[in-house]
C-alpha cells in the first residue's frame, strides 16, 4: 500500500526501475524471438504477422517502456540528492507522471491478449498505419496511439517536474556551473522532452482521429498529406534518442571521475557541449527522410547539420579520455561499464556520420547497416550507460552493494554478446539485408552472419539473467553500505546514509563549490557544512490519487479505442474527478521533527 501512494522520489525511482526493468525483460524476450526467427534462412519459427507484430512492439517497448522509465529511475533517485534538495518541486506530479506512464505501458501490452498487438512498426508510419491496412489485426495500431498518448502524458509531466525542480530546488551555492554532469544531462534531457513530446502528441492526436473517427490527416485520397506523418514523428523521434543518450553521458561523466579519482576533464566544455548536443537535437530531423524525396537542398543542409553533432559528441569523448589519463583507474563493474562504453558508442557515432551522407545513405537506408548502428547507439550506450549507473548508485538506492564478481559476469556476457550481435549486421546491411523482414532465403551470403547474431543475443540474454542473480542475492543481504561506498565519491548523494533517509538531508548542505563533497574531503573535513540550523521537515502527504487517475485514463482508452463510448466517458470522469478531488481538498502535509531524525547532528 505504501508504494502504491507514495510521493517521495527515491520510492518512486524504484517503481520506474522495477516497471522499466519488467519491460526491458519483455522486449529482450521479443528481440530473442526475433533473432530466432532470423537465425537461419526460410525459418518458420513465428509467422510473417507475429514477427510484425513482435518487431514493432520490441522497438516500442524498448523505447517507450524499458529506456525511458530506466532513465527516470535514475532520475527521481539520484538527481534531487545530487543538488542537495529533499523532494522533487512536485512529489504530487512526480507520482502522476509515474502512474500515467505505466498505465500506458499495460495498455500498449494488453494487445497481446485481445487479438492482436500493433504492426506498423515503432514509427508507426502512414498509411500502414491507417484504418485501410489492418488486415485481420482491426486493433493493433490503435493500442499504439492510445498506449502511448496516455504513457506520453507521464514522461512529459515527468520532465516538467525536473526542470522545475533543478532551476528551484538547489542547496544554497549550487550554481548552475557547479551543478554535477550527471544533473545537467538530467536537465538538458527534460528540456527536450519539453519541446519533442508535444510534437509526438499532436501526431498521435491526428493518427488516433484518422482511426477512429474517419478524419483525413494522412488520408491521400482524401488531401491529406503521408510525409506529414514523417515530419510531425521525426520532429519528436531525433530528439529523443539525444534524450535516451544524455543522460547516459551524465552517468559516464560521474563514474569515469570517480573511479579515475580525478575532477572531470574539461567540465564546463561538457556543459556547453551538452546544451549544443540538445539544440542540434531538433536540427536534424530530416535525416530520417534522405530517401523521401526533399530534394537535394534540404538533404545537403539536413547532412551538414547533422554532421556537426559529432563535434561537440567528439568533444566529450576526449574530455572522458583526458579524465581517465593519468588517473589511479579502479575497474569496478560501475567503470568497466563505462569504459566498455566509449569506444563502442564511438562505432556508432562514426556508423552515424556516414548514414548522415545523404548519397550514401540511399544504399543504406532500411538495410541492416541502420539496425547496427542505432542499437549501438541506444544499446552500446544508453544501456551499458544504464547499467554502469546503476551498479554505480545501487548502493545508494537499496543501501546493499551488488556482488562485484557477479557484476563482471554481467559486463562481459552482455559487452561481447553485444558486439557479437550487432557488429555482423554492419556487414549483412551493406550486403544488402533488408531491415524489417520476417526470413530470407538461403544462398543469400546471409546465413552465417545471421547465425552469429543470434548467438550473441543469447550471451546478452545470459548477462542480463546475471544481472538479475545480483539482484536477487544482494537483497538477501543485511542494509549496510556505508555513506560512500567507493571511499572516492564527489557529489553530494555520498554525504547521506545508504539508503537516503526520507527527507534526505537533515540539513541542507551549503555548496562551496564543484564536486561539492570532494571539496570539503581535500579541505580535511568528512561532513558537509549546514546552511540551515535543524529544524521540523516538512513533508508532502502520500496520495493514491496519482493511481486512481491514471487507471481512469486506463479505461477511457480502452472505451474509445473499442467506440464504447460510455465506457470511455466514465473514465476520463474518473481521471477528472481526481484531479478535482486534489484542487479542493487542502493538505499541508506533515513534519519531521527534529527528534525523529534517524542520523542527528551536524551531518548534512
Ligand atoms: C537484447 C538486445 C537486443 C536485440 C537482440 C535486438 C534485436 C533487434 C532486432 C533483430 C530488430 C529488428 C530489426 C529489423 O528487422 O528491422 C530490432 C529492432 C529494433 N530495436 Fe532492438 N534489440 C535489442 C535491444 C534493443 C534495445 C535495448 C533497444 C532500445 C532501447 C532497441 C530498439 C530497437 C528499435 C527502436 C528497433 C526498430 C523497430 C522497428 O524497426 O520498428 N533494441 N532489434
Ligand atoms: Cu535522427
Redesign the pocket.
Known amino acids: 500500500m505504501d508504494w502504491l501512494t507514495t510521493v517521495d522520489h527515491k520510492k518512486i525511482g524504484i517503481l520506474y526501475l522495477i516497471s522499466g526493468g519488467f519491460f526491458f525483460l519483455v ?2 524476450l521479443e ?2 524471438m ?2 530466432i526467427q ?1 537465425w537461419q534462412p526460410e525459418n518458420h519459427f513465428v509467422s510473417a504477422d507475429t514477427y510484425n507484430e513482435l ?2 512492439m ?2 516500442t517497448t ?2 517507450f517502456l ?2 525511458m522509465p530506466m532513465i527516470f529511475a535514475l532520475m527521481n533517485a539520484i538527481v534531487p540528492l545530487q543538488i542537495g534538495a529533499r523532494d522533487v518541486a512536485f512529489p504530487f506530479v512526480n507520482a502522476i507522471g509515474f502512474w500515467t506512464f505505466f498505465a500506458g505501458g499495460v495498455l500498449l501490452n494488453v494487445s497481446w491478449f485481445t487479438g492482436g498487438a500493433p504492426d506498423a ?3 508507426s508510419y502512414v498509411p500502414l498505419a491507417t484504418d485501410a491496412f489492418n488486415g485481420g489485426n482491426v486493433h493493433g495500431v490503435d493500442y499504439y496511439v492510445v498506449g502511448l498518448q496516455i504513457a506520453g502524458i507521464g514522461t512529459l509531466v515527468g520532465g516538467i517536474n525536473f526542470l522545475a525542480t533543478i532551476i528551484n530546488m538547489r542547496a544554497p551555492g549550487m550554481s548552475f556551473m557547479r551543478l554535477p554532469l550527471f544533473t545537467w544531462t538530467a536537465f538538458i534531457t527534460s528540456a527536450l522532452i519539453l519541446f519533442a513530446f508535444p510534437a509526438l502528441t499532436v501526431g498521435l492526436v491526428a493518427l488516433m482521429f484518422d482511426r477512429l473517427f474517419h478524419a483525413n490527416f494522412f488520408e491521400v485520397s482524401n488531401g491529406g498529406n503521408a510525409v506529414l506523418w514523417e515530419h510531425i514523428f521525426w520532429i519528436f523521434g531525433h530528439p529523443e534518442v539525444y534524450i ?1 543518450i544524455l543522460p547516459a553521458f551524465g552517468v559516464i561523466s560521474e563514474v569515469v571521475s570517480t573511479f579515475s579519482r580525478k575532477r572531470l576533464f574539461g567540465y564546463s566544455s561538457m556543459v556547453f557541449a551538452t546544451v549544443l548536443i540538445g539544440f542540434l537535437a531538433f536540427m536534424v530531423w530530416a535525416h530520417h527522410m534522405f530517401t523521401t524525396g526533399l530534394g537535394p537542398v534540404a538533404n545537403s543542409l539536413f547532412s551538414i547539420a547533422t554532421m556537426l553533432i559529432a563535434v561537440p559528441t567528439g568533444i566529450k569523448i576526449f574530455n572522458w579520455l583526458f579524465t581517465l589519463w593519468g588517473g589511479s583507474i579502479r575497474f569496478t563493474t560501475a567503470n568497466l561499464f563505462a569504459v566498455g562504453f566509449i569506444p563502442t558508442f564511438v562505432m556508432g557515432g562514426v556508423t552515424g556520420v556516414m548514414l548522415a551522407s545523404a548519397p550514401a545513405d540511399y544504399q543504406y537506408h532500411d538495410t541492416y547497416f541502420v ?1 547496427a548502428h ?2 549501438y547507439v ?2 552500446g550506450g ?2 551499458l550507460g544504464l547499467f554502469s549507473g546503476l551498479h554505480y548508485w545501487w548502493p545508494k538506492m537499496f543501501g546493499r552493494m551488488l556482488n562485484e564478481t557477479l557484476g563482471k559476469l554481467t559486463f562481459w556476457f552482455f559487452f561481447l554478446g553485444f558486439h557479437l ?1 550487432f557488429f555482423v549486421q554492419h556487414f549483412l546491411g551493406l550486403m544488402g539485408m533488408p ?3 520476417w526470413t530470407y532465403l538461403d544462398g543469400l551470403g546471409f546465413d552465417d552472419l545471421n547465425m552469429i547474431s543470434t548467438v550473441g ?1 543469447f550471451l ?2 545470459l548477462g542480463t539473467i546475471f544481472f538479475l542473480i545480483n539482484i536477487v542475492t544482494s537483497a538477501a543481504k543485511p542494509r549496510d553500505a556505508a555513506d560512500d561506498p567507493w571511499e572516492d565519491g564527489r557529489t553530494l548523494e555520498w554525504t547521506i546514509p545508504s539508503p537516503a533517509p526520507e527527507y534526505n538531508f537533515a540539513q541542507t548542505p551549503l555548496v562551496r563549490g564543484y564536486d561539492a563533497y570532494w571539496k570539503e574531503k581535500m579541505e580535511g573535513k568528512n561532513a558537509m557544512t549546514p546552511a540551515e540550523p535543524l529544524g521540523p521537515i516538512h513533508m508532502p502527504s502520500p496520495s493514491i490519487l496519482p493511481l486512481i487517475l491514471s487507471i481512469g485514463l486506463f479505461i477511457g482508452g480502452l472505451g474509445f479505442m473499442y467506440h464504447h463510448t460510455i465506457v470511455g466517458i466514465i473514465g476520463l470522469l474518473i481521471t477528472f474527478g481526481c484531479l478535482f478531488t486534489r484542487s479542493l481538498i487542502d493538505d499541508h502535509g506533515f513534519h519531521i521533527e527534529p527528534d525523529e531524525l534517524h542520523d542527528k547532528g551536524v551531518k548534512a
Request: cysteine-free; hydrophobic content about 60%.
Open positions: 522486449g529482450g528481440a530473442i526475433i533473432r532470423l518487431l514493432t520490441h522497438g524498448m523505447i524499458a529506456a512498426g515503432w514509427t535516451l539496425v542505432f542499437h541506444i544499446v544508453l544501456i550481435t531491415r524489417r523482414v543475443a546478452m540474454g
